[in-house]
């Protein structure tokens, strides 16, 4: 069964870091491209970064450019999402997907609030 599950999530200060975790179970995550998508309250789902599996190029939404950085261990089978300097805007459910599955994870909830 092909499953994506992220971890990571919680509550933080504006300024603070957290580290996003998506671990694929079902299929090798070499051979797939992976996105990080966020969605914040009464707003639609939107890309924040992805990350290629042929050569590790890395896309980014201008909104986290700087800020964010993917990255992922095919020996984990894990796709990262680091996120540096979060605001109150970044505050958003944060899943990960594969397109060529059609696979999203459940999410994780990510707040930065003083």
């Known amino acids: 069964q092909v499953q994506l599950v992220e971890s990571g999530g919680g509550l933080v200060q504006p300024g603070g870091s957290l580290r996003l975790s998506c671990v694929a179970s079902g299929f090798t995550l070499d051979y797939y491209n992976i996105g990080w998508f966020r969605q914040a309250p009464g707003k639609e789902r939107e890309g924040v970064s992805c990350?290629?599996?042929?050569?590790?190029?890395?896309y980014y939404a201008d909104s986290v450019k700087g800020r964010f950085t993917i990255s992922r261990d095919n020996a984990k089978n894990t796709v990262y999402l680091q996120m540096s300097s979060l605001q109150p805007e970044d505050t958003a459910v944060y899943y990960c997907?594969?397109?060529?599955?059609?696979?999203w994870g459940q999410g994780t909830q990510v707040t930065v609030s003083s």
């Open positions: 997907y594969a397109p060529r599955l059609g696979s």
């Open positions: 990350i290629s599996y042929s050569d590790a190029s890395t």
